[in-house]
């Protein structure tokens, strides 16, 4: 799918939304507002936005905790309103509050995230399953860490997927980290795709801070799919700049991680990279970047002002009794 001028400018909108919202939900949850955790995305938005914002509307998408969906969910349609009402438990919320910070909205496709980590790839297969046997096109995408490849449930979800052919969508999220645990301490393997040789399916690895290439990687393995060809696996190499949660330190094993990578990293922000792109193109000229920040921040503002008057659910989370019971 090549991109015209109005396709990237929105892939670059996007990128700054998401970022302006996990901005705000920082603040929200250091302000008292997010009375559970939040896990910042900030120099990871590329991958979200780019495999996302052109999706077809009834292609499924699970993701993973980080940055707790929204990126991939903004990209998709949800509202931030309703995203920043479910973190702030009100009635409003996609889950109507009750789990603090999930994503669901089943007719825009955004299916969420599972209770335990890698839950997300059986509900993956399971759901590339329904398609198959709709037999109307839809793909399956999971979004998950490097981290949680290492976990079973990768497995048993890729085999089945692998053999059935099933319209399933790998996208592996290399941050890096494993919370705080270098992924080459982990993986006897430079690039996480090359766990596609073991499944027989193809297996790429992207630049994750090139929203394009993302992009191109996904609709490459969703048009696959589409065709009945099974699997894929899209490794994106990112990096996330904050620490896992927020409130706890950015820490490589047990120190600090060096401040030398974090700035090589800020270099690559994946929004300044896409600006510098779109500026010499001639997509974008400063004034644009301006306006499309200064748009962004507003909508978050205002999703976040609707959002806080919204009624509080009588009945608080699970989450809010464990942490405030007496």
């Known amino acids: 799918m090549k991109l015209n001028k109005e396709q990237k400018l929105k892939l670059y909108q996007n990128m700054v939304r998401v970022r302006k919202l996990d901005e705000l939900m920082v603040k929200g949850l250091l302000s008292g507002k997010i009375v559970s955790f939040f896990h910042s995305q900030q120099g990871q938005e590329a991958v979200g936005v780019g495999a996302c914002t052109f999706l077809r509307a009834d292609d499924y998408i ?7 969906g929204i990126g991939k969910a903004l990209s998709k349609g949800v509202s931030p309103r309703k995203i920043i009402a479910e973190h702030y438990c009100k009635t409003t919320g ?21 209770a335990v980590l890698g839950g997300e790839f059986v509900l ?7 398609a198959q046997m ?21 497995h048993e979800a890729m085999i089945m997927a692998a053999k059935w052919k099933l319209p399933f969508i790998d996208v592996i999220e290399n941050n890096q980290y494993m919370i705080n645990t270098p992924v080459s301490e982990i993986y006897p393997m430079e690039n996480l795709a090359d766990l596609a040789l073991g499944y027989h399916v193809p297996g790429v690895t ?13 609709q490459a393995a969703a048009d696959r799919a589409r065709a009945g060809e099974g699997p894929s696996i899209i ?7 904050r620490a896992h949660s927020e409130g706890s330190r950015a820490l490589r094993i047990n120190q600090p991680r060096p401040q030398e990578e974090i700035d090589t990293w800020r270099e690559r922000d994946p ?29 978050m503002d205002e999703a976040e002002r609707l959002a ?5 659910l009588d009945d608080p989370s699970l989450l809010q009794r464990v942490l405030f019971s007496e």
């Open 62 to 68: 699970f993701t993973g905790h980080r940055g707790h």
């Open 206 to 218: 992207v630049d994750g801070q090139d929203v394009i290439a993302v992009h191109e990687a996904v």
């Open 134 to 154: 709709r037999g109307k096109g839809q793909v399956a995408i999971c979004f998950q860490g490097d981290g949680t490849h290492c976990r079973g449930p990768f």
């Open 235 to 241: 490794e994106c190499k990112t990096y996330r700049i």
């Open 271 to 299: 929004i300044k990279l896409f600006a510098e792109r779109l500026l010499k193109e001639g997509v974008l000229k400063k004034p644009d970047i301006e306006r499309i920040d200064r748009n962004a921040i507003e909508e």
């Open 94 to 114: 996609l889950c109507s509050g009750i789990s603090g910070f999930h994503i669901c909205q089943p007719e825009l496709g955004v299916v969420g995230h599972g």
């Open 308 to 312: 806080a008057a919204d009624p509080a």
């Open 124 to 130: 993956t297969a399971g759901t590339g399953i329904a």
